[in-house]
């Protein structure tokens, strides 16, 4: 049999240098998590069908669900977003819990897309939600936490916005001034959602599928014309109690000096159909990369599929693919950081074995990584073996540093040695070397 070497199509194997990136990334995702006082959390690979059907949207269910029917006969599908399987678990424990609620995950997602930039099949995903915080202050904490985890790379303003939008402003807008039944709604979130991603005729098409008229039309075209917060403020200037959450917002975004991240965006609608009230995007302003690094909102009444009372929520959820596209664009990914050479042990004489594993084992207790070679190797080869690795610092025991207790410690950057002794070994050892 001659079977592909090839992963499976939109999935990755992850070879070290990339599940070292990785990781790093998850790293500052749960330094930023818990920073914040978010708990880590976890669920199952599958579930029930049934928990994605009621309010994940037609496009996941329909398009992008893995599902089949196991071995007992019960429909399921491999997770294609956490939030679901969130809720199932919240709704378990709430109410024993002090609110709010702050729980954060980074599981692994399988969608059924076509695999394309910043979209494949496989990925991982940044989620925090909240539960049970007074009104407007989950919004408020997940904005400002998703600006300190992209701050903590380097990235500012010039390099990503998040564009927000209020699902009650837009169930307004649809139903007092388009005057259009539930179903047209739901048929214009889509199409809205959409909107960027397909062409001029594509638009032509799906809007007539709508069925609007020539004035309902119009009125839609110019409500999508809205670029930013102050005209949106022009557009609704009779009818400001439909703007208090989202000008809230923008005062406190203000306030805490991070408005300049934020803009109203009118085609920001989601597609997953829980959400209920404020929701956002957050885009990488690069002109190749115009993906969406992030998506969320509020979505109060997801508990109910679980006959429990609303309870406010608010969350987001953050892929690892889009945010390496886009770290690695903007040149924000610390190499260094990520891949910490370790200090290469060698010995040079098959007697020095056993005290280089002894130095090994010092250096290892006072925290310092170590890489031991196992059998005796020459200088020169040590050097070539340290290079290809990356590896700035190593240890050498030939017979002089054998028979004298010593070891040398060569830097390989500077060409300079320094000789030590085993009593020597402590802490950061190789700082000032
Ligand atoms: P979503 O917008 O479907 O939201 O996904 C969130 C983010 O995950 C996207 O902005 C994108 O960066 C990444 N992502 C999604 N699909 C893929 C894919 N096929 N390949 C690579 N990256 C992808 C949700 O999933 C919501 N459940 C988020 C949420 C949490 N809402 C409330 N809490």
Redesign the pocket.
């Known amino acids: 049999m001659n079977l592909s070497k090839k992963p499976y199509k939109g999935c990755r194997d992850l070879f070290p240098p990339e599940k070292l990136r990785q990781d790093y990334l998850f790293q500052r995702m749960r330094q930023t998590a818990q920073l914040f006082h978010y708990q880590p959390y976890d669920g199952p690979l599958l579930e029930d069908i049934e928990l994605y059907r009621a309010k994940s949207g037609e496009e996941l269910i329909g398009e992008q669900v893995y599902d089949f029917i196991d071995r007992g006969q019960r429909h399921v599908a491999i997770r294609p ?3 679901p399987s ?1 809720a199932r678990m919240i709704a378990q424990v709430h109410r024993e819990l002090p609110k709010p609620i702050r729980w954060y995950s980074i599981p692994n ?1 399988m ?1 059924y ?1 076509r695999p394309q930039r ?4 496989e ?1 991982w ?1 940044f ?1 925090c ?1 909240i539960f049970g915080a007074p009104a407007g202050e989950g919004e408020l904490e997940l904005l400002q936490l998703l600006i300190h985890l992209l701050e903590s790379f380097g990235a500012g303003q010039e390099h990503f916005e998040i564009k927000i939008n209020d699902r009650r402003l837009m169930e307004n807008f649809f139903k007092q001034k388009l005057k259009i039944n539930n179903e047209q709604t739901g048929q214009l979130y889509r199409f809205v959602d959409r909107y960027q991603k397909i062409t001029h005729d594509q638009r032509e098409q799906q809007l007539a599928a709508i069925q609007l008229s020539e004035e309902q039309k119009d009125l839609f075209n110019a409500f999508l014309e809205i670029k930013n917060f102050t005209e949106l403020q022009l557009y609704f200037q009779n009818e400001n109690e439909l703007l208090v959450d989202i000008q809230q917002l923008m005062e406190n975004l203000q306030s805490l000096n991070l408005a300049q991240y934020v803009e109203y965006d009118p085609f920001i609608v ?3 159909d829980y959400y209920t009230g404020l929701v956002f ?1 957050v885009f990488d302003k690069h002109p190749e990369n115009r ?7 509020a ?1 109060d009444n997801l508990l109910a599929l679980f006959n429990e009372k609303p309870l406010n929520a ?10 390496k596209d886009f770290l690695l664009t903007h040149q924000l990914l610390d190499e260094k950081e990520i891949h910490k050479p370790p200090l290469l042990i060698t010995f040079q004489d098959q007697i020095a074995h056993l005290y280089a594993k002894k130095i090994c084992q010092a250096f290892r207790s006072n925290d310092q990584q170590c890489e031991f070679l196992m059998t005796p190797i020459k200088i020169n080869k040590a050097f070539d073996y340290a290079q290809k690795k990356n590896i700035h610092f190593v240890v050498l025991i030939g017979q002089d540093e054998f028979n004298n207790a010593q070891f040398q410690i060569r830097n390989l950057e500077k060409r300079e040695s320094s000789y030590f002794q085993l009593k020597e070994i402590k802490a950061n050892l190789l700082e000032g070397l």
């Open positions: 977003e956490m939030t969130l997602l969608r897309e910043g979209r494949l099949r990925h995903q989620n939600d989601r597609g997953l995007e993906r969406a690094l992030c998506g969320g909102g979505y608010v969350g987001f959820g953050l892929g690892d693919v889009t945010l």
